[in-house]
């Protein structure tokens, strides 16, 4: 299987040392990469597709201050462009809803239900105030539904380690509710 970390990675700290022509042949290589990844999580928008590849490819280039040497590469911009992707789906979702009809104006006013979304938000705040292991950690695993091995890609650490920050996350913010009540 082809891996492109070692060659992106070897781009990018070189365009960071000054090196303007392999920061353009990462920006490059980059970009192919992106607009596979994205077209094929969105095929049906191919448009925005080209739009988000170019708001993933300027958010890495501002955080790219953010970069540690030691950790992936790709995992870095793998976060960059899926939260970018998250926020597509989150426009998205507004702008469709914002489009549909209302058939019947007392079907809004049948029923109340606050408590998702509260309770999201609850669970945001209390996320919000651990350490980032922990919470990007349980975010990953917990909330998206993603592997421990996709986790640990994802935010840099070991498999372990994923798995130590999600218990110690859980019981920190068990520790807190229990403080609340």
Do not use: C
């Amino acid at each position: 299987m082809y891996s492109a970390e070692p060659r992106l990675k070897a781009l990018f700290i070189s365009g960071l040392a000054g090196n303007s022509a392999d920061y353009r042949a990462f920006l490059v290589e980059l970009t192919r990469h992106l607009r596979g990844y994205l077209r094929r999580r969105i095929p049906d928008f191919r448009a925005d597709a080209e739009d988000l590849v170019q708001e993933t490819l300027l958010a890495v280039h501002n955080a790219r201050h953010t970069f540690r040497p030691d950790d992936p590469l790709t995992a870095w911009v793998h976060a960059i462009a899926r939260y970018k992707l998250m926020d597509f789906f989150r426009n998205h979702a507004r702008r469709a809803s914002l489009n549909e009809p209302l058939d019947d104006h007392e079907d809004i006013f049948s029923e109340v239900d606050d408590v998702p979304a509260e309770a999201r938000r609850d669970i945001g705040k209390l996320l919000d105030q651990l350490p980032d292991k922990q919470r990007l950690s349980i975010l990953h695993v917990k909330l998206h539904g993603l592997s421990v091995a996709e986790a640990a890609r994802l935010t840099g650490l070991t498999e372990s380690a994923v798995k130590v920050s999600i218990h110690r996350g859980l019981k920190a913010l068990a520790a807190r509710v229990r403080q609340a009540i």
